[in-house]
């Protein structure tokens, strides 16, 4: 149980373009779902907490207007990328938390690797 | 200063030796801690919580000492599937602070 995927897995795309990814809780409702970042041999950085049916909560020095996050149900998140640009190529990995499971136990997905040309 | 700190690595050890390392957390509000495990470009996977009684699991001993605001991972009897990066992580307020990892090679 608890699975989370991710789509899509990798995208590559030209400067300027957007981009979305998908994240879904496959077999549990996630109230809570959370967004991060990993650039290569750094931590996972926290970008943003999405609750379903309200607006996303962004971490100090992320820009709500650039990485658009969409929480519509209880199972499906949503991180768009707006006018991408190199500086954006990153790994990209959701996660979504079990009610049940204590406040910190969160379930990641596989991630998305974003390649900006 | 980071939230959270780790020794990056890595750490080359022959198969079945015994490996250890720490990492250290600022925040003393800090509720909850894991050791997660990394594989290459791979997401990250929970490898362990960590008590502050200690626990075990298999080869794997987590020790937390809340006192001076560390963590740390034993593996024993190494194996090569050990091979990956072990990130330290702790938790707090619904939110998680990731290291950046240290990295583990078994060599056969």
């Known amino acids: 149980g608890a699975v989370v995927s991710q789509h899509p897995s990798r995208v590559i795309c030209k400067s300027g373009t957007s981009v979305k990814i998908e994240c879904r809780s496959l077999d549990f409702q996630a109230t809570t779902m959370f967004w991060y970042r990993q650039f290569p041999k750094q931590s996972l950085m926290l970008m943003a907490t999405?609750?379903?049916?309200?607006?996303?909560?962004?971490e100090q020095g992320v820009e709500k207007d650039k990485f658009l996050i969409n929480h519509a149900s209880l199972t499906l998140s949503t991180l768009t990328v707006t006018s991408a640009h190199p500086e954006d190529s990153s790994f990209y990995i959701c996660?979504?938390?079990?009610?049940?499971?204590?406040?910190?136990?969160?379930?990641f997905g596989p991630g998305t690797r974003l390649t900006v040309l | 200063r980071k939230e959270v700190e780790q020794d990056p690595g890595p750490f080359n050890v022959p198969e079945g030796a015994t490996v250890a390392f720490n990492c250290t957390y600022s925040?003393?509000?800090?509720?909850?801690f894991f050791w997660y495990r990394q594989d290459c470009r791979k997401e990250p996977k929970l490898l362990m919580s960590?008590?502050?009684s200690g626990n075990e699991d298999g080869r794997f001993t987590a020790q937390l000492n809340r006192a001076s605001q560390y963590i740390s991972l034993l593996i024993r009897d190494s194996k090569l599937s050990d091979s990956a990066t072990y990130l330290c992580?702790?938790?707090?307020?619904?939110?998680?602070?990731f290291g950046a990892g240290t990295t583990v090679t078994v060599r056969a």
């Open positions: 999405s609750n379903e049916g309200s607006k996303a909560t962004y």
């Open positions: 992580v702790v938790g707090g307020y619904y939110k998680l602070s």
């Open positions: 996660s979504a938390s079990l009610p049940a499971g204590g406040p910190d136990t969160q379930y």
């Open positions: 925040n003393s509000a800090s509720q909850s």
């Open positions: 960590v008590y502050s």
